[in-house]
């Protein structure tokens, strides 16, 4: 379940992503809790690619026995 967390003014998907990253750091979050939001981000993994590329620095792994990734965020 995602809480909501602030509000920002027509957010990107990246913005998104980095909000419920940063809310819930230093867990980790399901990857299929994007797709769960109001508005499902789909391609999840490209706005964490697009944040990485910005300096963010996310981790992954691959959750036991399931076929998508978790992440966390560290900086």
């Known amino acids: 379940m995602v809480k909501k ?13 980095l909000s419920i990253l940063k809310y819930a750091k230093p867990k980790w979050v399901d ?3 994007f797709l769960r939001l109001q ?7 490209a706005r964490i690619w697009g944040l990485q590329q ?4 996310i981790e992954g792994r691959f959750i036991k026995g399931k076929s998508w990734k978790e992440y966390r965020l560290i900086k």
């Open 5 to 17: 967390i602030g509000y920002i003014k027509n957010p990107t998907q990246e913005e998104i992503v």
């Open 31 to 33: 990857g299929m809790s």
């Open 39 to 45: 508005k499902p981000i789909t391609q999840y993994h």
């Open 54 to 57: 910005k300096g963010f620095e």
